[in-house]
C-alpha cells in the first residue's frame, strides 16, 4: 500500500507543480481584478460540481461497488456493470451541461451575486462559464474512468492525470491570452480543452483492461440504482469542504474587488499538501477498505484506516506549521509581480494563515470519509455533513465583518475541523477504527518536533517587508532554504525523540 501511496503522491506532486507554475502565471499575466475575478467563479462554478458528480460522490459510490463486482461477480457481468454507468452516468451529465450552458448568467447571478451590480464583470463571467461548464461532462467521465482504474491496482494514471489541466491553462495563458480580444477568456478555453485531454489519456489504459466501455442508457439496472441511491445523501456529504468554500465565493463577491482572487491563490497554496497527501491517502484507501469490508476483515480494515492517520500526522502537522509562518514568503516568491501588488501579497497571507489552521482536518476528512463510504454508509457522512455546514454559515456571517475575507478562510477552516472530529468519533463510536497502543507517545512526539521547526522558521524567515522589496530570485533561494530548514529541524526531532519510519509502515501492507 506504501507503494500505492508513494506513485499517487508522487503523481499529484507533479501536478501541483505544475499549478503553481500555473498560478505563477496567471497571477503574473493577469494579476488580481475583474477579469480573474470573473474567471475563477466561471471556473468554480463546474469544478464544484465536479467534486459532487466526480471524484466526490460518485466515485465514493461508484468505487465500492465496483470492488463488490469485481470479487463476486463473473467478468462479463462487471463489464456490463460498467457499460450501464457509463451510459446512465454520461446521459445525465450532458442534460446537466447543456442546462448550464443555458443557464450560464443565470448560474453566475446565484453563485456570485455580487457581481449583478457589475455588469462587465457578469457578462464576462457568463461568457466564459459557457466555456468551462463542459468541463463537467469531460471529468466526471475521467473520473469514472480512474475509479475503474484505481480499483484495479492502476493508480499512477488517474494521478497524473490533472497534470493535463494545468499544461494546457499555462500554454492558453501564455500563448493564446495575447491573441485575443479579452485575454483571460484564453483561461476558459484552456479549462475546456483540458478536460476533453484528460478524458481522451485514459481511454487506453481501459482498453488494456478490456474494460473500455459502450454507453449504454440503464437507469434501472441493479448496480446502476445502488449507486444512485449511495449518491444521494453522498452528494452533500462528501463534498461539504467544497460547498463551504463556494459560500466564501458567494459572500467574497460583495467584498472589496480583489477578494475572490486573494481566496483563490491562498487556497492553492493550501491544496497542494492537501492535494499531495490527502487526496493520495483518500485515493488509495478506499478501494483498499472497500476489498477489506468486501472479504469481511475488521482487523485490516481498522488497520488500514490507521495506516493513514498516522502518515496525515506524520506530514500534515509540520504542512501547517509551514503554511502558517511562511505565508507570506510564500505568496511573495510565487505570486508578486507588476500586476500582483505588495497589498494583493499582504491579504492573501491573511486568508493563507487562516486556512493553514484547518490543513490538517482537510486531510483528516480525506481519510476518515473512507472510512464509511467503503462499507456503503452514506448517511452518517450527511448528518456530520449539515452540522458543518449550518456551522460554516454561522461563522462566515459571524467572522466575515470583523476579518473581511480572511474570516471566509477561518471559518472554513473551524467548520472543517468540527467535520474531522464527528467523523473520528464516529468511526470510534461504531468499532470500525480501534487505534493501537502508542498513539498518545506519536502526538506529543510529532508536537514538539512541530514547535522546534516554528522556532527555526520564525527566527530564521524576518519580516515581511524584506521579502516583499527583495528581488525574485533572492526570494526563491531563500524560500528553498526555509523549506529545507524547516524539514530538517522537524525530521531531525522526530527521530532524536525516537520516532523511525517503520512506526508509520501498515502491518497489513494492501494485502
Known amino acids: 500500500m506504501f507503494k500505492s501511496l508513494a506513485k499517487v503522491g508522487s503523481n499529484t506532486l507533479l501536478s501541483r507543480i505544475l499549478g503553481f507554475v500555473r498560478d505563477l502565471v496567471l497571477a503574473h499575466v493577469f494579476g488580481a481584478g475583474a477579469g480573474t475575478d470573473a474567471f475563477f467563479v466561471a471556473f468554480k462554478i463546474p469544478n464544484f460540481l465536479r467534486r459532487l458528480f466526480a471524484e466526490g460522490a460518485f466515485s465514493v459510490a461508484f468505487v465500492p461497488v465496483l470492488s463488490e463486482y469485481r470479487k463476486r461477480r463473473s467478468f462479463a457481468e462487471m463489464k456490463q456493470f460498467v457499460d450501464h454507468v457509463a451510459g446512465t452516468l454520461g446521459a445525465v451529465l450532458l442534460l446537466v ?5 443555458l443557464g450560464a448568467p443565470l448560474l453566475v447571478m446565484l453563485f456570485a451575486p455580487g457581481f449583478i451590480g457589475d455588469p462587465d464583470k457578469l457578462a464576462l463571467a457568463g461568457d466564459m462559464l ?11 467521465l475521467t473520473a469514472f474512468a480512474g475509479g475503474i482504474l484505481n480499483t484495479h491496482g492502476r493508480f499512477g494514471i488517474p494521478a497524473f492525470t490533472p497534470v493535463l489541466l494545468n499544461v494546457s491553462l499555462i500554454a492558453c495563458a501564455l500563448w493564446l491570452a495575447p491573441r485575443m480580444e479579452q485575454p483571460v477568456v484564453a483561461l476558459a478555453w484552456g ?6 485531454a484528460q478524458l481522451l489519456f485514459q481511454a487506453p489504459f481501459l482498453h488494456r483492461l478490456r474494460l473500455l466501455p459502450r454507453f449504454r442508457f440503464a437507469p434501472r439496472d441493479e448496480g446502476v440504482r445502488r449507486i444512485g441511491r449511495l ?7 462528501v463534498s461539504v469542504t467544497q460547498l463551504n468554500l463556494l459560500l466564501d465565493t458567494l459572500i467574497a463577491s460583495f467584498l472589496v474587488t480583489g477578494s475572490i482572487s486573494w481566496l483563490y491563490y491562498s487556497d492553492r ?7 499531495v497527501l490527502g487526496v493520495a491517502l483518500g485515493t488509495v484507501i478506499l478501494p483498499s477498505l472497500s476489498k477489506r ?13 490507521d495506516w493513514g492517520l498516522r502518515w496525515s500526522l506524520l506530514l500534515g502537522l509540520p504542512a501547517a506549521v509551514g503554511l502558517f509562518l511562511l505565508a507570506g514568503p510564500m505568496i511573495a516568491t510565487l505570486f508578486q509581480s507588476g500586476a500582483f501588488q505588495p497589498d494583493d501579497v499582504l491579504m492573501s497571507r491573511r486568508s493563507l494563515m487562516a486556512y493553514s489552521l484547518g490543513l490538517l482536518p482537510f486531510i483528516l476528512i480525506k481519510v476518515l470519509a473512507p472510512g464509511f463510504y467503503s462499507r456503503q454508509d452514506t448517511r452518517t457522512p450527511v448528518r456530520i455533513a449539515v452540522i458543518a455546514m449550518v456551522s460554516n454559515m454561522v461563522l462566515n456571517i459571524t467572522l466575515v465583518f470583523p476579518l473581511a475575507h480572511a474570516g471566509l478562510a477561518l471559518a472554513t477552516t473551524l467548520s472543517a475541523a468540527l467535520n474531522a472530529g464527528l467523523l473520528y468519533r464516529g468511526l470510534r463510536r461504531e468499532g470500525v477504527y480501534r487505534p493501537p497502543p502508542g498513539w498518545g507517545g506519536l502526538i506529543g512526539r510529532s508536537l514538539l518536533a512541530a514547535v522546534v521547526m516554528g522556532a527555526a522558521l520564525y527566527w530564521a524567515a524576518g519580516p515581511l517587508d524584506g521579502w516583499l522589496a527583495a528581488p525574485t530570485l533572492e526570494r ?3 524560500l528553498l532554504l526555509l523549506v529545507l530548514l524547516g524539514g530538517a529541524s522537524y525530521f531531525a ?6 520516532i523511525r519510519l517503520r512506526h508509520f509502515r501498515s502491518n497489513w501492507q494492501g494485502r
Open 493 to 498: 526531532t522526530l527521530f532524536l525523540s525516537g
Open 97 to 101: 451541461t447543456l442546462l448550464g450552458v
Open 293 to 305: 469490508h468486501a472479504a469481511d476483515s475488521p482487523e485490516g480494515f481498522s488497520s488500514t484506516l
Open 191 to 196: 479549462v475546456f480543452i483540458a478536460g476533453l
Open 130 to 140: 459557457r466555456l468551462t461548464f463542459p468541463y463537467l461532462l469531460f471529468i466526471s
Open 231 to 237: 449518491m444521494l445523501p453522498a452528494l452533500f456529504g
Open 476 to 478: 526563491a533561494v531563500r
Open 269 to 275: 497554496l493550501m491544496e497542494f499538501p492537501v492535494g
